[in-house]
């Protein structure tokens, strides 16, 4: 069993910057691909980007590449995502999510955090 925090949300002006992460309970959590989503009001979960167990792969939806980084330093049990550049479209509940494949959708991961609020003003 993997229990997932995410912390870093707030509020920031469009082109500011924050980085989320995702602390991970559990001695797997190096095992697991890991990955951020995000869900807007009256609007579905979204993958946002994803990360291999080694950290060596990662992948990023069209909206956020070049923006965007997502990490792990599996000696922390934590993965980060980092965002610059942020727009108001980027407003959301940020997700973590861990899971033994990697991918885009949901489906991929066993184990979800309750959430971090993002709100990006213009």
């Known amino acids: 069993q993997v229990q997932l925090v995410e912390s870093g949300g707030g509020l920031v002006q469009a082109g500011g910057s924050l980085r989320l992460s995702c602390a991970a309970s559990g001695r797997t959590f190096s095992s697991y691909a890991m990955g951020w989503f995000r869900q807007a009001p009256g609007k579905e979960r979204e993958f946002v980007a994803a990360i291999s167990w080694s950290g060596g792969s990662t992948y990023y939806a069209d909206s956020v590449k070049g923006r965007f980084t997502i990490s792990r330093d599996n000696a922390k049990n934590t993965v980060y995502l980092q965002m610059n550049s942020l727009k108001p479209e980027d407003t959301a509940v940020y997700y973590c999510?861990?899971?033994?494949?990697?991918?885009?959708?949901?489906?991929?991961?066993?184990?979800w955090g309750q959430g971090t609020q993002v709100t990006v003003s213009s």
């Open positions: 999510a861990g899971g033994v494949g990697v991918g885009p959708t949901a489906s991929h991961y066993d184990y």
